[in-house]
């Protein structure tokens, strides 16, 4: 059973942080590249950051600087630290992982405001 279980979101003020976690089961890990989804309302889903099987990664340029997305293969564990939250980055963030198919957990809600 393919399982992807993203934890970490919240509300955070301005400029402070948070870390988002993406638990992976059901699948060989290590094979696929994993990402990072996120839709704000009314707008359309956003690819945030990618990062390879090789541990390349890439970023949107409204994150780059601020957001470092990571994985640790020994625990099935992706992660995205997002530092310096603007209320531009509120939104359900989701976790994706692609090899010959793509899977996606629930989203978790991250909601920046004062």
């Known amino acids: 059973q393919v399982q992807l279980v993203e934890s970490g979101g919240g509300l955070v003020q301005p400029g402070r942080s948070l870390r988002l976690s993406c638990a992976a089961s059901?699948?060989?890990?290590?094979?696929?590249?994993m990402s990072w989804y996120r839709q704000a309302p009314g707008k359309e889903r956003e690819l945030v950051a990618g990062i390879t099987r090789a541990g390349n990664t890439s970023y949107a340029d409204s994150v780059k600087g601020r957001f470092t997305i990571s994985r640790d293969n020994a625990k099935n564990m992706v992660y995205l630290q997002m530092n310096s939250l603007k209320p531009e980055d509120t939104a359900v963030y989701y976790c994706?992982?692609?090899?010959?198919?793509?899977?996606w957990g629930q989203g978790t809600q991250v909601t920046v405001s004062s």
């Open positions: 994706e992982a692609w090899y010959a198919r793509a899977y």
């Open positions: 059901g699948f060989t890990f290590s094979r696929y590249a």
